[in-house]
């Protein structure tokens, strides 16, 4: 029988800058950490030292003082790490990888050895391990794996007082599609804008001081007010002339085709959000201009 969930510890596999900073950040909610185990000992005792936690030199040792597992090591070699857990005795364990990708399918037969597995993942750029534990307060996360000790989990994040959702892990690749769409896909959006940018003339330089404001109060207004508030511009007006100046000047720069096909897609997505906002408008003339999906 687990002990309740103050006294349950906490280890980390991995001492990179996820293990780092989930683990600084929960001992500053003064949750009680184990320590850390890695390959290279050398990263384990500094990642122990900035937590206050105690560094392992086996595997082992630390799955026997841990009541909770989190992996914190690159999607690659979760599996790989949980083979090895797998010998070292897991029940009434729980085990949870902080992949946005992978699910907890990834801890197969885990119930057959008396435990539970998650996937954890925080929502937020991890980009300095010693540093980002001040801000992943604000960081929202989701849960998916098995019922048995969701409870736990739930009490964990009660104590963080961070927001999260618990979902299916058949919707897991759906929902780390959409953190990609969201974060890493808009530097291909923006990289598209600047060498448009740079085709008009435009140093990179030049480029990049003029798109960033533009780029920063359309985040904050989006942020803010929602996609249906935060629309401007040409499909916002409903302004066809423009769209059809856009789409002509596009066709006209060599090897354009995915900037023109990117231009459309999007602009097909605003027209659902204008029409949402103005029912009373017609926006069929500036479907037939951008044209249909392929």
């Known amino acids: 029988m687990m002990n309740k969930n103050e006294n349950l510890s906490i280890g980390f596999i ?22 850390f185990f890695s390959r290279a000992y050398e990263s384990a005792r500094e990642a122990a030292e900035f937590t206050q936690s105690k560094a392992y030199k086996n595997i082992a040792e630390l799955a026997a003082e841990s009541d909770i597992i ?79 000790k969701m409870p736990e989990i739930k009490r964990i994040f009660a104590k963080l007082g961070n927001s999260y959702q618990v979902i299916g892990a058949e919707n897991k690749a759906k929902y780390h599609a959409a953190l990609v769409m969201s974060s890493n896909l808009v530097i291909g959006l923006y990289h598209m804008a600047g060498g448009l940018l740079k085709e008009s003339g435009f140093s990179e330089e030049a480029a990049q001081e003029a798109l960033k404001p533009l780029f920063l109060n359309n985040a904050e ?21 423009t769209v059809r100046k856009h789409l002509t000047a596009m066709s006209e720069m060599c090897g354009k085709n995915a900037i023109i096909d990117v231009y459309k897609l999007l602009s097909r997505e605003l027209i659902e959000i204008a029409e949402a906002k ?11 201009a951008i044209g249909k999906e392929k």
């Open 14 to 35: 991995g001492a990179g800058r996820v293990g780092f900073t989930l683990a600084r950040y929960f001992y500053e909610k003064n949750l009680k950490l184990s320590g």
């Open 70 to 148: 989190f992996i914190t090591t690159p999607d690659a070699a979760i599996c790989e790490v949980y083979s090895e857990l797998k010998k070292c005795g897991l029940k009434d364990k729980i085990l949870c990888h902080t992949s946005g990708a992978l699910s907890a399918d990834v801890f197969s037969g885990i119930e057959e050895l008396g435990a539970c597995g998650y996937s954890v993942h925080p929502i937020f750029a991890v980009s300095d391990k010693k540093n980002s534990y001040k801000e992943i307060g604000r960081a929202y996360f989701t849960v998916e794996g098995s019922d048995m």
């Open 221 to 241: 207004n989006l942020c803010r007010m929602g996609c249906e508030d935060a629309l401007t511009g040409p499909v916002d007006r409903n302004d066809v002339g």
């Open 278 to 288: 103005y029912p009373e408008r017609d926006y069929s003339e500036l479907s037939q």
